[in-house]
């Protein structure tokens, strides 16, 4: 099954800095238990007026570090969606990313 979404592209980003050593785990809120060593967790929340807000955690046993995005604003992905929109027009048949995009 393909997976898609903000979440996994930037976990796919981290995987590929540290040669792929780690598992990804989904749904974790219907299982209860303690995270394996090597397991990398997502979860997502939705609700109010959050337009959109992505936070990456690397957690250790005394600190950690957070990387956050948050747009206040829907305007931002109608922008992304035009500039996509062109770069693509012209382009022949084939499967492109967001790293071809942002190269445009």
């Known amino acids: 099954m393909l997976q898609v979404g903000t979440a996994l592209m930037l976990a796919d980003a981290i995987q590929s800095t540290i040669e792929n ?3 990804y785990t989904f749904d974790r809120f219907q299982n ?3 995270r394996n060593k ?3 967790g997502f ?3 939705r609700g109010g007026n959050l337009i959109g807000e992505h ?3 690397f957690l250790g046993d005394f600190e950690s570090i ?3 995005h948050t747009a206040y604003s829907k305007t ?3 922008e992304g969606a035009v500039r996509a929109a062109r770069f693509i027009i012209h382009k ?4 492109y990313s967001m790293e071809d995009l942002i190269d445009f």
């Open 21 to 23: 050593k780690y598992n």
């Open 32 to 34: 209860k238990k303690k």
């Open 38 to 40: 090597g397991d990398i």
């Open 43 to 45: 979860s997502s929340v």
């Open 55 to 57: 936070s990456v955690l």
């Open 66 to 68: 957070e990387i956050k």
């Open 76 to 78: 931002i992905y109608a």
């Open 92 to 95: 022949k048949n084939g499967l």
